[in-house]
C-alpha cells in the first residue's frame, strides 16, 4: 500500500523558515515524480511545485518561487519543501503527493498524504 | 480568479445524476488532455477520480466519468450516493498545475 507521511509543520512568525519532508513507502520511489500541494483553511486546492524522479525538471507556482526549494533524496524515500520569508498568505495545510504514472511527470496526482499544517503568525 | 472556473455548489437526490462542469480557455481545457478531477470530502485528503480529461484510475467506481466540450470539462456522477458529498476541483496544466476554484456537492 502506498503511504505518504508529511511532517515538519508547525507555528512560525513571518519571515521566518520551515522544512517539510515527506516519507513515502509502498512503492519505487525514484520512479515517480513527486508534488506539494497546499491548502488554505477552508480554501482550495493549490498547487506549490513539482519535481521529477531524478530531480532533473523542477517547477514553481509563482507565488512561492524563489522563496520555496523542493528536494528529494531517492535514498531516503523522501522528499522535501524548504520553505524560506514565510508569509502569512502561505499557511495552509502542505499535501505531499505522489505522480499517477511513473513515466516522467503528468501532474496528475495519485495518491495524497494527509498534510502537515504550516502557520505563519506573529 | 482561477483561469478554471467551477460551479460553488451543486445538488442532487440519491439515484439522480449530476454534472459539474469546469470552464477553462482553450489553452487550458480546449486542446489539452490533461484536465483531472479530484474528489475532497469532508476532514479528508483529495483523491484522484479523473485523469486525461476521461480515464478513471483503479478503484474508482464507473458511476464517475469526465468528458469534454470545446473549453468546457465536466464531471459526471451517475446513482448518486450520500457518501459522494463532497468537494469536487477540475485542474489542468500549462507551466505548472491550476485547480478550479472547487465545487461542493450536497446530497439531499
Known amino acids: 500500500e502506498v503511504q505518504l507521511v508529511e511532517s515538519g509543520g508547525g507555528l512560525v512568525q513571518p519571515g521566518r523558515s520551515l522544512r517539510l519532508s515527506c516519507t513515502a513507502s509502498?512503492?519505487?520511489?525514484?520512479?515517480?515524480?513527486m508534488h506539494w500541494v497546499r491548502q488554505a483553511p477552508g480554501k482550495g486546492l493549490e498547487w506549490v511545485s513539482s519535481?521529477?524522479?531524478?530531480?532533473?525538471?523542477?517547477d514553481y507556482a509563482d507565488s512561492v518561487k524563489g522563496r520555496f526549494t523542493i528536494s528529494r533524496d531517492n535514498t531516503k524515500n523522501s522528499l522535501h519543501l524548504q520553505m524560506n520569508s514565510l508569509r502569512s498568505e502561505d499557511t495552509a495545510l502542505y499535501y505531499c503527493a505522489k505522480d499517477l504514472l511513473g513515466s516522467g511527470n503528468t501532474n496528475w496526482f495519485d495518491p495524497w498524504g494527509q498534510g502537515t499544517l504550516v502557520t505563519v503568525s506573529s | 480568479q482561477s483561469a478554471l472556473t467551477q460551479p460553488a455548489s451543486v445538488s442532487g437526490s440519491p439515484g439522480q445524476s449530476i454534472t459539474i462542469s469546469c470552464t477553462g480557455t482553450n489553452t487550458y481545457v480546449g486542446s489539452s488532455n490533461l484536465v483531472s478531477w479530484y474528489q475532497q470530502r469532508p476532514g479528508k485528503r483529495p483523491s484522484l477520480l479523473i485523469y486525461e480529461v476521461t480515464k478513471r484510475p483503479s478503484g474508482v467506481p464507473i458511476r464517475f466519468s469526465g468528458s469534454k466540450s470545446g473549453n468546457t470539462a465536466s464531471l459526471t456522477i451517475s446513482g448518486l450516493q450520500a457518501e459522494d458529498e463532497a468537494n469536487y476541483y477540475c485542474s489542468s496544466y500549462l507551466h505548472g498545475v491550476i485547480f478550479g476554484g472547487g465545487t461542493k456537492l450536497t446530497v439531499l
Open positions: 509502498g512503492f519505487t520511489f525514484d520512479d515517480y515524480a
Open positions: 519535481i521529477s524522479w531524478n530531480s532533473d525538471s523542477i
